[in-house]
């Protein structure tokens, strides 16, 4: 029987500035089993880094609330939550890899006092321990050296060292949910390939679940069991990652993969592109949150914003399809 660690359900999350209400999220659902890994996708500024930081309750308030919607880990609501179970809840069962390490990382604290300092926290270590146990999660994201690094500061790495330190800082205490907001940017590419098949290798061994948000498509299909496409603040298209690459149903998530450029293409050949910009949160007041982009905007699309349907193995917001 498949086990739900995790379960979003309507989430809303607002800003306040002044007397103005800006919807960063709204109505976002989905759920993750044990094991599982979920994609996360869409344009900078569609709210994905929001959602992830509402799951871990990091979004600072004010300006930030959460207005609506439930977070159920394991069956429990975290939303009801107080500071202190949260921070017992954060490193130890849900843990979150960010998009920059350096800024991420204490530049003034040695990896091994910040990698240690999570185990004495959450797993009760002495400082011995700890440590033995760093050099252990270190060799485990296959840094060379170990022993060296511990003693090192954040600026004396790569950039790609430091992002394996932030893994194995994530998981130092076998969290049950990992949450990795755009774990490959600036990266080059031969070393992004190495993150990705190190959180794989990482999360089966751990039997850990996994969000992985990207605005790149290549990277959530070669991970990802299930993704979910976001579009200003909302989910547009939610399925199995092989039917959402197969058969895309939301003129967003076609246009998306139509612009990811294919190696036997011809170099003369331009790229296609989704015109216009993801609109600013609360600039659309409205209908189709994307209908100022789309190719096939109805009448209906500028008056009501479209019901999520299904639409064989997708669920779909576009009333193209209701």
């Known amino acids: ?89 954060r490193g130890k069962e849900i843990s979150m890899v960010f998009q920059e390490p350096m800024t991420s990382l204490n530049p003034v604290l040695t990896i091994g006092r910040q990698i240690s300092e999570v185990l004495i926290q959450h797993l009760d270590l002495s400082k011995k321990e700890a440590l ?39 998981l130092a205490c076998n969290p049950s949910l990992l949450i990795a907001d755009e774990p490959t940017t600036a990266l080059d590419v031969t070393v992004e390939a190495q993150i990705l098949e190190l959180i794989n290798e990482l999360k089966n061994k751990f039997h850990s679940s996994v969000i992985i948000i990207s605005h790149d498509l290549g990277i959530v299909a070669d991970i990802a069991d299930k993704v979910a496409v976001m579009y200003a603040g909302r989910i547009v298209e939610y399925s199995d990652t092989g039917s959402v690459f197969s058969n895309p149903k939301h003129p967003y998530t076609k246009g998306l993969l139509e612009a990811i450029p294919h190696m036997n293409m011809d170099r003369r050949q331009k790229l296609k592109e989704i015109r216009g910009t993801v609109p600013v949160p609360g600039e659309i007041k409205e209908g189709c949150r994307f209908k100022n982009r789309c190719n096939y905007a109805q009448e209906i699309c500028r008056l009501k914003e479209p019901p999520i349907v299904q639409v064989g193995a997708n669920q779909v917001s576009c009333w193209n399809y209701t």
Do not use: W
């Open 132 to 170: 033995a146990r760093t050099v252990e999660m270190l060799k485990l994201v296959k840094i060379p050296l170990p022993e060296k690094v511990v003693k090192q500061y954040p600026h004396q790495l790569s950039g790609g060292m430091r992002q394996r330190v932030m893994i194995a800082m994530a």
């Open 1 to 89: 029987m498949r086990e739900e660690i995790l379960k979003v359900d309507n989430l809303g999350v607002y800003f306040y500035a002044g007397d103005r209400e800006i919807p960063a999220v709204d109505g976002v659902s989905f759920s993750l089993e044990k094991g599982e890994t979920l994609g996360i996708v869409g344009e900078s500024g569609c709210g994905k880094s929001v959602t992830a930081l509402s799951i871990m309750r990091l979004l600072q308030s004010p300006p930030a609330r959460i207005v609506k919607g439930r977070i159920l880990f394991k069956g429990e609501n975290l939303l009801d939550k107080s500071a202190d179970e949260m921070r017992e809840i």
